[in-house]
Structures are given as C-alpha cells and as structure tokens.
C-alpha cells in the first residue's frame, strides 16, 4: 500500500496550508495515521496523529496552530497548519501503522510501518 500526501508548497509566515493523505488501497487497514516532518539536516519529528477510537495526538511544537483530522476507517487524514512560521519549513510525510500505539510510541517513528513519499513546505519570512 502507498500513502499518497499532497498540499505542500511555499508560503510566507502566517499564511496557511492543507496537507491530505489517503492509502492507495481501500482494503488497507490502520490502526493509526499521522504525520511527521524533516527538516534539512534534522531528525525526524513527530507532529500529529489519529488513532482508531482514541482521538488525535498534536506536538507541543506545533500545539495551538496544526489540527489533524480525518478519517481511519477511510484511510484519509488532513493536516490543517496556521500561522505557519518559517521554522516549519520541512519535508511532511504520512505515516500510518497497523498496530495500536500507545502515546508515547507515536512520537518514534520506527514504531511506524508505513510512509509516504512526503510533501515539501516551505514557510518564507
């Protein structure tokens, strides 16, 4: 299965983005999807997700101005960034996993098992 993320680009600080993903496969099954994001010689870094039955799970860092949604059984989540500052500029992948996360497995991303190719945001200031 593909995760297939769209809606990056470039923006200036304070504007705002809608980044979609959807699974390729109707019949793939997650448990949890979400999002992560690289910036250029950074680690990966945790930044929202939606687990089946447990609602969504939002980084400190981006608290406040990035709200996840979507739907599990439909395989298809959005991530809504605000007020977008230039420390946001990065590459955005779509994650998914077939097992049950608990909390603090979601910030790591070995514990996924799915990925999409990413989308590139870049925020100028």
């Known amino acids: 299965v593909q995760l297939q993320a769209s809606g990056g680009g470039l923006v200036q600080a304070g504007d705002s983005l809608r980044l979609s993903c959807a699974a390729s496969?109707?019949?793939?099954?997650?448990?949890?999807m979400g999002w992560f994001r690289q910036a250029l010689g950074k680690e990966r870094e945790f930044v929202a997700a939606?687990?089946?039955?447990?609602?969504?799970t939002v980084a400190q860092s981006v608290k406040g101005r990035f709200t996840i949604s979507g739907d599990i059984a439909k395989n298809t989540i959005d991530l809504q960034m605000n007020t977008l500052k230039p420390e946001d500029t990065a590459i955005y992948y779509c994650?998914?996993?077939?097992?049950?996360?608990?909390?603090?497995?979601?910030?790591?991303?070995?514990?996924?098992?799915?990925w999409g190719q990413g989308t590139l945001v870049t925020v100028s200031s």
């Open positions: 939606i687990r089946r039955g447990r609602g969504s």
């Open positions: 496969e109707r019949t793939f099954s997650s448990n949890v």
């Open positions: 994650s998914a996993s077939a097992s049950s996360l608990i909390t603090s497995s979601l910030y790591v991303p070995r514990y996924w098992d799915t």
